[in-house]
């Protein structure tokens, strides 16, 4: 089992939209995530990252945690086809530099 | 600020050939990292560099690979020998402390190395 599994997609969803990105991990123990996005042929981009459980918004994106199940997910209120690449997620392990990165979820935002 | 320059962008060498692709950080970072992105895969962490030294490189290959980042310059991850299963995208992150949870540690776009 990967520590940390994200289903590739594409994902296929009208401008305007509420999308939902999801990832599920293995290790208990983590504590903090990460949701980057990467457009085509670019570096990723840090957009959200929380600690523990719960939600964190900023601007149309929500992260939201739950430990319980192991399962952490990234919202976007209000789609827009900018938003089109692929999202992310990665957690840090015993050190905040090696990350541990889902493969990707590519997301594609229809006008 | 230009951001964190990774060159060459694309890269193809023959197999047996030498792969030397640069990361120059934002300035003000001395924290460099290499990650390396399959196909259809996560990022996997390669090695962490601070100026002069190599803090952590438990994540790269101990055969046929290097890394350094020297006082003046850029910093350097060198493959020799390459083999195709060398041929990925290999990222460069600076951050201006230790870790990349920071919103001031950026990713360069990469470079794409091909093997032939």
């Known amino acids: 089992q990967k520590e940390v599994e994200q289903d590739p997609g594409p994902l296929s969803v009208p401008e305007g939209a509420i999308v939902s990105l999801n990832c599920t991990y293995s290790?208990?123990?983590?504590?903090?995530f990460m949701w980057y996005r990467q457009y085509s042929r670019k570096g990723p981009e840090l957009l959200m990252y929380t600690y523990s459980s719960g939600n964190k918004e900023d601007g149309r994106f929500t992260a939201q945690v739950d430990k319980s199940s192991k399962y952490i997910s990234l919202f976007i209120r209000d789609s827009q086809p900018s938003d089109s690449a692929t999202y992310l997620c990665a957690i840090p392990m015993d050190s905040n530099y090696q990350l541990i990165w889902g493969a990707g979820t590519k997301l594609i935002i229809k006008p | 600020n230009a951001g964190v320059m990774q060159n060459p962008r694309h890269l193809v060498r023959r197999r047996g050939q030498e792969a030397r692709l640069r990361c120059s950080p934002m300035?003000?970072?001395?924290?460099v990292y290499w990650y390396r992105q399959l196909p259809e895969e996560g990022l996997k962490f390669m090695v962490y560099?601070?100026?002069?030294?190599?803090?952590?490189e438990s994540g790269m290959p101990k055969e046929r690979f290097s890394a350094e980042f020297p006082k003046e310059g850029p910093s350097i991850l060198r493959i020799q020998q390459v083999v195709r299963g060398d041929s990925a995208a290999y990222f460069c992150?600076?951050?201006?402390?230790?870790?990349?949870?920071?919103?001031?540690?950026?990713f360069g776009q990469g470079t794409r190395l091909t093997v032939v």
């Open positions: 992150a600076s951050s201006p402390g230790q870790g990349l949870g920071y919103t001031e540690a950026f």
């Open positions: 290790n208990s123990a983590f504590q903090y």
């Open positions: 560099l601070q100026k002069e030294n190599i803090i952590d």
């Open positions: 300035k003000g970072h001395s924290h």
